[in-house]
């Protein structure tokens, strides 16, 4: 098979899948608001990645193979459009889990790496489906009262199993080609039913999704980020879906269940991380430039607020570095990041953003949220009164402060921006799930020891 290209690609969704949005199912996703921009950015990935031959395959299908391969992943992954990213991260999770399980389940590792080479062929993007809804969150899956808010197997066939379920925010699930899915978390004896991983043709007889977007319904300047840079997420309805054998990578086993949800969580936060370095040194720049355009950039609670979000951006970069430098091999050869370090990373970098947004929203102003539209701006009466009153200074004139007021409001206060501080504590499994694997891969023992000779306390 050969790489394919950003035409190619837009023809590919032409597959039967169901998809809707706004109440309505949309047949023609590329003439619709909600998805117009993300195909226009996973195409113009395509081209720019398309080399001709049998051979050839795009870096986001790299298994890194030392910590130097592993942070060149990171730095590329930077550029790539999301679901490119989720099919990197997707496809590394599967094969952590398939590193991890192997030694009791060399044929579901074995389908794992037959999968990924299947991706790799054909070009295919997946994303990965692991939230389930989950009903009641203080009752197990079997305990529910419906037992399918836990995506489960309804059917063992022969050739394979028949899965049920739903699985919600999945990003950019409606411009993919794959499902991957996996258990939200650990099953126990009992949830044999629950305990499934699989992949699954986004096109399949019985999959639905339903999606939301932040996107502005019309790409206008007032909206500079997410005009640009914006992608759908997926409510993701599994109507007893069929998954032949090939595709199923656990099917009650449910030892193994926690392994997928701890692989996914790993590759999904290492990735947050890379993305959350470059956003903090965004924030830090956009609260530079607004204080030297509003001429406050030497007040001393001006300084103190950027040097607080420097050191933020500093230390986020220095988890990700340390999640990198502290990466080991797999008996296959395939690295892995530091648990440690990515779970404290994302944590640390999630838990203190709003703190950083609240600091840029401090140093800007209110015009943040009530600067004129740049139509107004370009109005022949009232544009030359909004650039009169928006300037403030010689080289500071009234519409580039205006552009940045834009900026600063559609990356951190308005749809993308709300958007993006509930995903910055959503993503990844949630605040708690970073603190619990985070806790799991600390050396207590050695932090004991250290408590016991400060107390004089012998060890023993
Ligand atoms: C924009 C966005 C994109 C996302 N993309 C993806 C994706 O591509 N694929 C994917 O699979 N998922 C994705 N997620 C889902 C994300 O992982 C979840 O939102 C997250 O795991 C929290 O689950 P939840 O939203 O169901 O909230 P809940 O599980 O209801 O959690 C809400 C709060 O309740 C706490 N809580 C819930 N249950 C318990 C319990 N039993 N004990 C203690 N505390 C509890 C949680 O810790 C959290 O603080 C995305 C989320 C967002 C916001």
Redesign the pocket.
């Known amino acids: 098979m050969a790489m394919m290209t950003g035409g190619e690609y837009l023809a590919s969704l032409d597959d039967g899948r169901r998809v809707f949005a706004d109440g309505q199912e949309i047949k023609d996703l590329s003439a619709h608001p909600q998805f117009a921009t993300a195909l226009d950015l996973i195409a113009a990935g395509y081209d720019e990645h398309h080399r001709p031959g049998e051979d050839a395959c795009g870096p986001y299908f790299a298994i890194p193979r030392s910590r130097d391969e592993l942070k060149r992943l990171l730095e590329e992954l930077l550029h790539w459009d999301m679901v490119t990213v ?1 099919t990197s991260q997707g496809l590394l999770a599967l094969l952590t889990a398939a590193a991890r399980i192997r030694p009791s389940s060399e044929e579901y590792a074995r389908r794992i790496e037959a999968y990924f080479e299947y991706c790799k062929d054909n070009d295919l993007r997946c ?8 009903g009641d ?2 009752r197990s899956p079997g305990a529910q009262d419906d037992p399918d808010v836990y995506t489960r197997i309804v059917e063992r066939r022969p050739d394979g199993i028949v899965v049920r379920g739903a ?7 409606a411009v993919s080609h794959e499902l991957v899915v ?1 258990p ?1 978390k650990k099953m126990k004896p009992g949830e044999e039913d629950w305990a499934v991983a699989c992949a699954i043709p986004v096109n399949s007889p019985g999959v639905r999704i339903v999606n939301t977007n932040y996107a502005p319904r019309e790409r206008t300047p007032d909206f500079p980020h997410s005009s640009r840079h914006n992608m759908p ?2 409510f993701v309805i599994l109507d007893d879906v069929f998954v032949p054998n090939e595709r199923v990578f656990l099917a009650g086993e449910t030892e193994h269940s926690a392994t997928f949800a701890h692989s ?1 969580g790993l590759w ?1 936060r290492l990735g947050g991380t890379a993305h959350l370095v470059e956003i903090g040194d965004t924030l830090v720049g956009l609260a530079q430039l607004i204080a030297e355009a509003n001429g406050t950039e030497r007040v001393s609670h001006i300084r103190e607020k950027i040097a607080e979000m420097i050191i933020y951006a500093t230390l986020v970069r220095a988890g990700l570095e340390a999640a990198i430098a502290n990466a080991e091999p797999s008996p296959e050869g395939w690295y892995f990041p530091s648990e440690l370090f990515t779970n404290a990373a994302k944590h640390f970098g999630a838990a203190e953003f709003s703190a950083m947004v609240r600091h840029l929203h401090d140093i800007g102003g209110g015009s943040i949220v009530t600067a004129p539209s740049i139509a107004d701006l370009e109005h022949e009466e009232i544009g030359p009164a909004i650039r009169k009153y928006m300037r403030t200074k010689e080289g500071v004139d009234g519409e580039y402060r205006t552009r940045l007021f834009h900026a600063i409001r559609d990356y951190t206060a308005d749809a993308f921006g709300g ?1 993006q501080l ?2 910055m ?9 970073q603190r619990l694997v985070a806790r799991k891969h600390y050396p207590m023992d050695k932090a004991k020891a250290l408590g016991l000779k400060v107390a004089g306390i012998p060890e023993n």
Do not use: N
């Open positions: 989720t994303v990965q489906a692991i939230t389930d809804a989950k969150r203080m699985k919600l925010h999945i990003s950019s699930a996996m939200t997420e997926g996914l999904e958007w509930v995903t504590l959503q993503s990844g499994g949630g605040l708690y799930a």
